[in-house]
């Protein structure tokens, strides 16, 4: 009984560290998902006046993503997100 508790409790370690590692979340991925979904809505993407006098609809500030375990911080200019390891973006 005390083997298996042991195998257990090794095997739970081990998922836990993995969905704190969370691989899948390719950080150019996240980087496009949330530019994709959140940009146009908070003006990450806009109208821009360039030194040559034309207008440009353009990214205004890029996002900069830091990792943290079990999530990551998306940062811009506008604000910040959470994008979880199952990649849902949180406000």
Do not use: R
Request: net charge neutral; hydrophobic share 50%.
């Amino acid at each position: 009984m005390k083997k298996n508790s042991k195998i257990i409790s090794i095997l739970a370690l081990l998922v836990l560290l993995l969905l704190a590692w969370a691989p899948w979340m390719d950080d150019q991925a996240v980087h496009g998902k949330v530019l994709q979904e959140k940009a146009h809505k908070y003006g990450t993407i806009g109208w821009a006046i360039q030194p040559d006098g034309t207008i440009e609809y353009t990214l205004i500030c890029d996002y900069k993503l830091i990792g943290f375990p079990f999530w990551i911080l998306v940062a811009s200019c506008e604000g910040a997100y959470y994008v979880t390891f199952w990649g849902q973006i949180l406000p």
